[in-house]
């Protein structure tokens, strides 16, 4: 479920977790950030918005800026501390003060709210999986725990449902539009051709490339480890079962380094041994050098290799398996697959959405809500 980087707002009056009613700053009304397009976006929802974008703001980082300091370091070391520890409200983001930038980007980010409402009743949609029942469960559950800090920020558990609903309903429209069914679905062939490029299914034993004692092997030990590890892919590829040799090697190790009464315990816990898994190409596990060599275009599903760890500790023997091979394996990885191809393309087009939008900005509200609430 997608709860808005995890933290979202509500209606600034703490009083009134689940109200709507006005808080007033000299007689000014309050209780609404802004109307677009005729929708009257509650004060929590701004606030809300406002979070997301002080994170963003902390967060950024400016190329040009970064490039000057950079410079200056080479020159002046302590006009580089001078210029890298400007305290905050004094930054200046896209030639915006802090405080601007984050209101504008609060305002964009509530143009989006409204464009996401306004194109789910366009289109027609309507929650299929007891959505808002869901919502609002997840929202009670953790109301529990960070209920008191919303109420701080000026949040009500009435917005944060608000902004949650929002983004299932965001990504019901995403669905409407990539989907399986969608005008522009993303082709199976795509989806599978974006999951074989990212990520491998192995199996694999791990040979140990040290003795009793810890010491690393030296050339005479590492070569009879190799052979084994030769002697362990010939027999698979000649159709005995890896797991199998796998519960062989395993055997053989807990036999040599644990008590009569440890061995029965480990055995019986290694009954049924399988390292199957599913590696990606950004990853590092088992092994650095397990993933570059699945990666460079050298093996395939029905393969079997040889790596050595990039500690030289390890020998690992590698058994190359189709991807998808578990029957469940596309469909759980679908969705995202589909989001990784086309959220910015789907970005893009919500940006369109809020082009030729009336927005009338509450200045009470922008005056009264302040971003330093959140330090």
């Not at 800026?65 to 890298?84: G, K, L, N, P, Q």
């Not at 893009?348 to 509450?362: L, M, P």
Request: with cysteine; aromatic share 10%.
């Amino acid at each position: 479920m997608s709860i808005l980087r995890k933290a979202s707002a509500g209606i600034l009056c703490t009083a009134m977790t689940l109200s709507f009613a006005s808080c007033s700053l000299g007689g000014a009304d309050t209780s609404y950030g802004a109307i677009i397009d005729g929708y009257k976006v509650p004060a929590g929802v701004f606030i809300s918005m406002q979070m997301n974008a002080h994170t963003d703001a902390r967060n950024f980082k400016d190329a040009s800026a970064e490039e000057a300091v950079t410079t200056t370091a080479s020159a002046d070391a302590a006009t580089t501390e001078a210029t890298t520890t400007t305290p905050f409200s004094d930054k200046v983001i896209e030639g915006k003060s802090v405080r601007d930038w984050i209101n504008d980007e609060a305002t964009i980010q509530m143009q989006k709210f409204v464009a996401v409402e306004n194109k789910f009743d366009e289109l027609g949609l309507a929650f299929t999986d007891n959505e808002p029942e869901k919502v609002n469960l997840y929202i009670e559950s953790l109301w529990e725990y960070y209920g008191t800090m919303y109420e701080e920020m000026g949040v009500s558990q009435n917005s944060l449902n608000l902004v949650t609903l929002n983004s299932e309903k965001k990504e019901l429209i995403f669905n409407h539009i990539y989907g399986a069914d969608g005008e522009k679905a993303v082709p199976e062939a795509d989806v599978k051709k974006y999951l074989t490029e990212n990520n491998f299914r192995i199996n694999y034993i791990e040979i140990e490339l040290k003795d009793s004692e810890g010491n690393l092997l030296k050339s005479e030990g590492k070569e009879e480890m190799n052979a084994k590890a030769e002697g362990y892919i010939e027999r698979a590829k000649n159709g005995e079962d890896f797991n199998a040799i796998l519960k062989e090697y395993n055997d053989s190790l807990n036999t040599s380094t644990a008590s009569t009464e440890d061995t029965a315990a480990e055995t019986a816990v290694e009954e049924a041994p399988d390292n199957t898994m599913v590696v990606t190409k950004e990853g590092t596990y088992p092994d650095a050098n397990i993933i570059t060599k699945l990666f460079d275009g050298s093996v395939a599903a029905g393969d079997y290799f040889i790596v050595e760890s990039t500690n030289s500790e390890k020998l690992y023997v590698v058994q190359c398996l189709d991807l998808f091979a578990d029957e469940n394996y596309y469909a759980d990885n679908e969705s995202y697959v589909r989001h990784q191809l086309k959220d910015e393309e789907f970005e893009a087009e919500i940006e369109s959405w809020i082009t030729g939008q009336t927005v009338e900005r509450n200045e009470a509200a922008y005056k009264r809500y302040k971003y330093e609430k959140f330090e």
